[in-house]
């Protein structure tokens, strides 16, 4: 089982590297490094930064590619149907891994199946922000507005069953209000409309709304970790607003196509832990609002079996659906 975020990566730099693996795959070709969302998002910023130091231990390029549409499951599948050689990697997240399954009849593959896991990579809370125009300075005073005028705000996510839109989902069942949903093709230009006032709120990944909070084009009223932000320290979390249950946390990990060898699985995934131990690396992790958190493949695995049971409850009893 996956523990907290801090032990996981104190696992990660006291665990002994292990050569043999190490000795056993080197890569000859470029990797591509499948984000399965925009550019701009969250899940791209820690891919990107992931990406730089992976070639430099891996001694290849490894390109971020970002394959975009049906709440990620187009750029799932290209890993899904590419060979199984260390060329491909994917950063799965919390919706395309272990949501979208229980979403879609017909995805044609099945991520716990058809992937092989390496590691997880990042864990990120969410903020609940708004258009400054919204005319509610904090998160009740939004609460009373929402409750007062039902299904008239609407709130943008990076598509359906992403995090996005799972983790409002939960915050409207906690609060038992009713806002109207606006799935959009990525997190950027969700948060875009926010800014733009097209859609009125989001519940963002704090990595990629950071700027537009700091910028004053946004405004922050809640986030949805246990502890506050250390980057929004002024801002409560959903429990000090009265909503325990709409506590969440999304994370990242990286798969490779199904059948990939273990050689190649323990290389990419020393890889990644040499990454995650650099203080430079978890440096601008943290700036951008994300934690490092690596697993061994085993680990991340059960993991992922735990996510997918919890996340079914969760599409069933918000009866979440494709639009």
Not at 78 to 88: E, I
Not at 103 to 118: A, K
Not at 143 to 167: E, N, W
């Amino acid at each position: 089982m996956i523990a907290t975020r801090r032990a996981l990566l104190a696992t990660a730099l006291a665990a002994p590297v292990a050569a043999h693996a190490q000795a056993a795959w080197t890569p000859t070709r470029p990797i591509r490094f499948v984000v399965p969302f925009p550019a701009g998002g969250a899940t791209d910023v820690v891919a990107r930064v992931l990406a730089e130091r992976l070639q430099e231990t891996l001694g290849q390029p490894v390109v971020v590619e970002n394959r975009t549409g049906a709440g990620g499951n187009i750029g799932v599948e290209a890993v899904v149907r590419s060979p199984a050689d260390g060329t491909t990697l994917l950063m799965g997240t919390t919706g395309t891994l272990t949501v979208n399954p229980h979403l879609y009849s017909n995805l044609g593959f099945d991520p716990l199946r058809d992937l092989t896991p390496i590691s997880m990579a990042f864990t990120t809370d969410h903020v609940l922000i708004v258009n400054p125009q919204v005319p509610a300075q904090t998160a009740q005073e939004l609460l009373a507005l929402i409750r007062a005028r039902p299904g008239a705000l609407s709130y943008g996510s990076a598509g359906s069953g992403s995090s996005t839109h799972t983790v409002p989902e939960l915050f409207k069942l906690a609060a038992q209000v009713d806002i109207a949903h606006v799935p959009y093709r990525g997190s950027a230009p969700a948060l875009n409309d926010v800014v733009a006032g097209s859609v009125q709120m989001m519940l963002d990944q704090i990595p990629s709304a950071i700027g537009q909070i700091q910028g004053g084009r946004v405004r922050a009223l809640a986030v949805t970790g246990a502890r506050r932000s250390s980057l929004l320290p002024d801002v409560p979390t959903v429990a000090e607003i009265g909503l325990p249950d709409a506590q969440a946390t999304s994370w990242g990990a990286v798969m490779a196509p199904g059948g990939t060898a273990a050689p190649i699985v323990l290389r990419v995934n020393a890889a990644i832990r040499e990454a995650l131990a650099q203080p430079a690396v978890r440096e601008r992790l943290a700036a951008a609002g994300a934690d490092g958190v690596w697993s061994t493949p085993e680990e991340l695995a059960t993991f992922l079996r735990d996510e997918s049971a919890k996340w079914a409850r969760v599409v069933r009893e918000a009866r979440i659906t494709v639009n």
